[in-house]
């Protein structure tokens, strides 16, 4: 019988799951389990707890969520909101039922207000009303959030359980979606940009005004961050939380504008066309900066730039057209 301690990632495939796991794999003494969509539907509730009862993990990353840019979002509300609050609700209460101590669940930095004062703090969550546009989803992740501290809160003495959160800004890099129309921003761009070049076409068209501005993390810094919370002594995460606001924001600490993204991603393309903004197509959030001193003064510090960052995916993007 294996000693390793076992690691349940759920959305493995997906661009975070796949960057957690790639990062765990390095580790001794750590034998990662998945399961495929196929091999387990999360949505499931007596499929979840099965596999909870049969693998009795140490360990649980909740990183599996639908997720899509602004046409998705808009598009798909019901399935948003009821097949993320489905998979984390069953993943929940099914780690609990089999004896999991330790779970961290990621969200998003959409829980947020709408008009958030900025750089955001975890504890605006529920100050004030959300982005229409992805409100479904947002719902959905405050409600994991929730989950988690309501278990903590009626059983981590009596169970020894210890259920965190981390908030992610906007991620990219390797394992992203580049859908033309379910991405979010940066793959859709490197699409949209190399499909320019390949076709040598005039111009590229940027929904909405290019003036929100946008904070991005590269995958990898959060696979790291996700393993460093996870990882840090129970003491010294609850000094830097609360039980009712015990979420972790994960940035890079600065942001840009979607026109300033958009040039850099054309030079890193090599598209040297021009760039236009339709203004008639939604722009979202104004600004959205997460303020991420909580999980810094831990000792954590991102460290990919955008630029490199940005080169890596679209290295990843080639890979993934040539296949």
């Known amino acids: 019988m294996s000693s390793d301690q076992k690691i349940y990632v759920a959305g493995h495939n997906g661009m975070v799951g796949s960057a957690i796991v790639r990062l765990l794999d390095q580790r001794e003494g750590v034998r990662c389990i ?3 969509h196929a091999e387990l539907d999360l949505t499931e509730q007596a ?3 099965d596999f909870f009862a049969s693998e009795t993990p140490d360990q649980v990353y909740l990183a599996a969520a639908k997720v899509g840019g602004i046409h998705a979002n808009e598009t798909y509300p019901a399935a948003f ?3 993320n609050m489905m998979m984390e609700a069953n993943i929940i209460d099914a780690a609990f039922r089999s004896g999991v101590k330790k779970l961290l669940f990621l969200g998003s930095s959409c829980i947020y207000p709408q008009m958030a004062d900025q750089p955001i703090q975890e504890q605006a969550l529920l100050t004030g009303p959300l ?3 992805n409100e479904p989803y ?3 992740k405050i409600a994991g959030i929730k989950l988690c501290e309501s278990y903590n809160r009626q ?3 009596s169970h020894q359980i210890d259920y965190r959160s981390a908030m992610p800004t906007n991620l990219y890099g390797v394992g992203d979606n580049y859908h033309p129309e379910n991405s979010h921003v940066i793959p859709g761009l490197i699409r949209r940009f190399h499909e320019a070049c390949m076709n040598q076409a005039a111009e590229v068209v940027v929904w909405g005004s290019g003036t929100p501005r946008r904070e991005f993390l590269y995958v990898d810094d959060m696979a790291a961050a996700c393993v460093h919370l996870m990882h840090l002594d129970e003491n010294r995460y609850a000094q830097h939380t609360q039980p009712m606001c015990s979420h972790i924001n994960v940035g890079s600490g600065s942001d840009i504008t979607i026109k300033e993204l958009a ?3 054309a030079d890193v393309v090599g598209y040297t066309g021009e760039i236009v903004f339709d203004r008639s197509k939604p722009d979202g959030t104004p600004r959205k900066l997460m303020d991420s001193t909580r ?4 000792g954590w510090q991102a460290e990919v730039g955008l630029r490199d960052g940005l080169a890596r995916a679209y290295n990843d993007f080639k890979q993934k057209i040539s296949q």
Do not use: F, K, M, W
């Not at 999980?295 to 831990?298: C, N, S, V, Y």
């Open 131 to 133: 982005e229409p546009t």
């Open 138 to 140: 947002a719902i959905a």
């Open 81 to 83: 909101i009821y097949q």
């Open 155 to 157: 059983y981590g003495t």
């Open 295 to 298: 999980l810094t003064d831990t």
């Open 263 to 265: 040039e850099i991603i």
């Open 34 to 36: 998945t399961r495929s």
């Open 47 to 49: 499929a979840v707890r």
